[in-house]
Nanobody, 120 residues
Framework: QVQLVESGGGLVQAGGSLRLSCGVSGSILSDNLMGWYRQAPGKRRELVAR???????YYGDSLEGRFTISRDNAKNTVYLEMNRLKPEDTAIYYC??????????????WGQGTQVTVSS
């Protein structure tokens, strides 16, 4: 089993910054993807960013440049630095851990979510 614990959410004014952290523990395989998704009220969950164990990154639409994902493999922790926040960034942010265990099987785990609220 794998456990994910997020921290760093909160209330911030538009234009401000927040840094989210997600620690992963349990049966961790070294070759994995870690990432962040978000879900605003009444909307579908969407990808914010993800990063491979080798450091390759991928960002959701229009987020690169304001958001930066990084990870510390020694600590099994992924970070999301969010700058120039906008009210439309308000959402619950979920940490995600994805690992392929065979050619036909992969596992995916989610954190409990952390609320980010951006006031105008």
């Amino acid at each position: 089993q794998v456990q994910l614990v997020e921290s760093g959410g909160g209330l911030v004014q538009a234009g401000g910054s927040l840094r989210l952290s997600c620690g992963v523990s349990g049966s961790i395989l070294s070759d994995n993807l870690m990432g962040w998704y978000r879900q605003a009220p009444g909307k579908r969950r969407e990808l914010v960013a993800r990063i491979s164990s080798g450091g390759n990154t991928y960002y959701g639409d229009s987020l690169e440049g304001r958001f930066t994902i990084s990870r510390d493999n020694a600590k099994n922790t992924v970070y999301l630095e969010m700058n120039r926040l906008k009210p439309e960034d308000t959402a619950i942010y979920y940490c995600n851990y994805w690992v392929r265990v065979s050619a036909s099987q992969a596992y995916e785990y989610w954190g409990q979510g952390t609320q980010v609220t951006v006031s105008s």
